[in-house]
Every structure is written in structure tokens, then in C-alpha cells.
């Protein structure tokens, strides 16, 4: 909306139950709170973001019977000063306590809440950044303090989690997706990220979820790739870790190990029957045949005697 301008538009309020409800409806600011889109509810002040001041409500208090839908007109007044950029406010819906209800005990009181955002034209500051991408390995791993943290050994699901963090003057909504890679280039997955606003001096976590196949296996490689602004500003950011599905491999792991073993200890017995298998022959020394030749005779010798003896 351009400075100095008007706007009008509608709010509507059903009540889906069984009771008429009478309640309060009120203009209130609004502040991000923590990192998952929570906002806080404020009271009305003059701060470069607020619109509480530039609201008007056709009613404040309104009775609504079960089953009825009531429609409350709004005036939007762009202050002429107003400065470029987002500006952010709600209109708050509260049930008011039955005045006629006897009992001295506890009243809780139901408030909702729609989120007003306003774009003021003029020279407004894009400045969204991906400060963290990474995998989240909450309930979908067995932990052991020797195995690095980059290793899943049960990827049931696999959340992807985004940072942004809005430096700008003005609300934004990335848009992209993340592919998902194995240690050959093949893409696995490629999954949209929701879209969320992430108001001005604010961070936002936007999780994505992934359920990998049951063979997947080996080196994973995710990246996330998108964009933000009226120029398509792009973002982007990478991730990299292993997966080793144990329910899949371990059978297979105690299968080779016991066949290993058994190799070890029977491998004189194998390499005797590869000797038979090869060489058809199961004797391992050949017997030489009887060799034939004559026997010399065993020569007597003489006695000497003595010239003249007879």
C-alpha cells in the first residue's frame, strides 16, 4: 500500500459450537517470539511496525449464536508518514464470561487471534540469510559416543532443518526445495520446503522431512536452494552425512562374520578338498615304484700268513 492511502476489507468470526459466546474484538501488536513463527500478543504502542493506531473496527463487542457467521468491516489508514515496509498487528477475538453464571471458582477465557501483515511501498531493505542447515538426528538414531554425529543408523525419517534470520525492514517468505543425493551424483529426493513469513529482526526454523528407502546406504549429500524478495534473491546451503541402516545390514554383517570364521577354522580341511577338486588325486605325497638291480656279494677276506708257514 502506498503511504497516505485507505483500505477496506472484512473479518469474519463463526462459532462452530453448541453455545452463543459473546466476545471482545480488539486491534493489538504483535512481537516474533523463539524460532518456530510464535508471536507474542501486545498491547497497542507507536513503534515503526505497528498498525494498531491505523485499524478501525466497525464493532468492538459482538454476540455470536451456534452455527452463525458475523462479519465486522475495517479501515486501514496509511499514515502519509508512514516508512517503507512491513508492518504487523492483530485482530484479536476473546470470549467475554457468562455475567448470569453462578460459582466463585476459575473463568479461562478463549482469544484467537488473525495476523495482519501490511507492505508499505517505497524503499524497503531485503536482507534475509541462511544461517544454518543441517540434519536433525532427534529420534532417528542410535547414539554411541564413538560414532560421529554425521552418521544415521536408523533413518526411519530424517528431518532437514533451515535457519533464516530476517535483517530487512520487511517480512519475507522463501520459497526452493532440497535435493537430496547419494555418493554418485543420483538424486534420491527433492522435497519443498514450506513456505513461512519471517518477520524483521527475527529468526525462523523451517524443518523438512524425509523418509529415506530401506536400501539407502552410504554417503548422503543435501542441499537446499532457495529464494526470497521481489528480485528472487537465491540462498542456498549444503549438508553431508552417512547412512548405515543396521536393521538392513546387520543380518548380512553376522552372516559374513560367522562365515568367516568357520573359514578359519576349517581351512586346512578346504584346501584339502580344492586339492581333490583340482588335481583329482587325494594323496598328497606319490609313492615311488620298487627300483631292481643286483646285489653285489659280500667279498671274504683272506687271512696273510707268514712266507715259509705252511
Do not use: C
Request: hydrophobic share 40%; charged share 20%; glycine share 10%.
Amino acid at each position: 500500500m502506498e503511504p497516505g492511502t485507505t483500505a477496506t476489507d472484512i473479518i469474519r468470526i463463526f462459532n462452530g459450537g453448541t453455545e452463543p459466546f459473546t466476545a471482545s474484538v480488539q486491534v493489538e501488536d504483535i512481537a516474533p517470539s523463539g524460532e518456530r513463527g510464535e508471536a507474542i500478543i501486545e498491547a497497542a504502542e507507536t513503534t515503526s511496525y505497528s498498525i494498531a493506531t491505523w485499524m478501525q473496527l466497525s464493532e468492538n463487542n459482538i454476540t455470536v449464536n451456534p452455527g452463525e457467521q458475523r462479519v465486522i468491516n475495517f479501515t486501514m489508514n496509511i499514515p502519509p508518514e508512514a516508512e517503507p515496509g512491513g508492518h504487523y498487528g492483530s485482530v484479536t477475538v476473546e470470549a467475554q464470561p457468562d455475567p448470569l453464571s453462578g460459582g466463585s471458582g476459575v473463568q479461562f477465557r478463549q482469544k484467537v487471534a488473525a495476523l495482519m501483515l501490511v507492505d508499505v511501498a517505497g524503499d524497503v531493505a531485503e536482507e534475509l540469510s541462511l544461517t544454518d542447515f543441517y540434519i536433525s538426528t532427534e529420534q532417528t538414531t542410535i547414539h554411541y559416543d564413538w560414532i560421529p554425529t554425521n552418521w544415521i543408523l536408523e533413518p526411519d525419517e530424517i528431518t532437514f532443518v533451515t535457519r533464516f534470520e530476517n535483517k530487512g525492514s520487511v517480512h519475507n517468505k522463501p520459497a526452493g526445495f532440497i535435493t537430496v543425493t547419494d555418493g554418485f551424483g543420483r538424486e534420491l529426493a527433492k522435497l519443498p520446503i514450506d513456505q513461512r513469513n519471517i518477520l524483521p529482526d527475527s529468526r525462523r526454523v523451517i524443518e523438512t522431512k524425509w523418509t529415506p528407502g530401506r536400501l539407502t546406504l552410504g554417503k548422503i549429500r543435501a542441499q537446499v536452494d532457495v529464494i526470497y524478495g521481489q528480485r528472487n534473491t537465491p540462498l542456498f546451503a549444503a549438508a553431508e552425512f552417512w547412512i548405515a541402516p543396521v536393521k538392513v545390514l546387520g543380518p548380512w554383517l553376522i552372516g559374513g562374520t560367522i562365515g568367516l570364521i568357520l573359514i578359519i577354522l576349517l581351512r586346512k580341511r578346504l584346501a584339502l578338498a580344492l586339492r581333490v577338486i583340482f588335481r583329482g588325486d587325494a594323496t598328497l605325497s606319490s609313492s615311488k615304484g620298487a627300483a631292481t638291480g643286483a646285489v653285489a656279494p659280500k667279498v671274504r677276506k683272506s687271512e696273510k700268513k707268514p712266507i715259509g708257514e705252511d
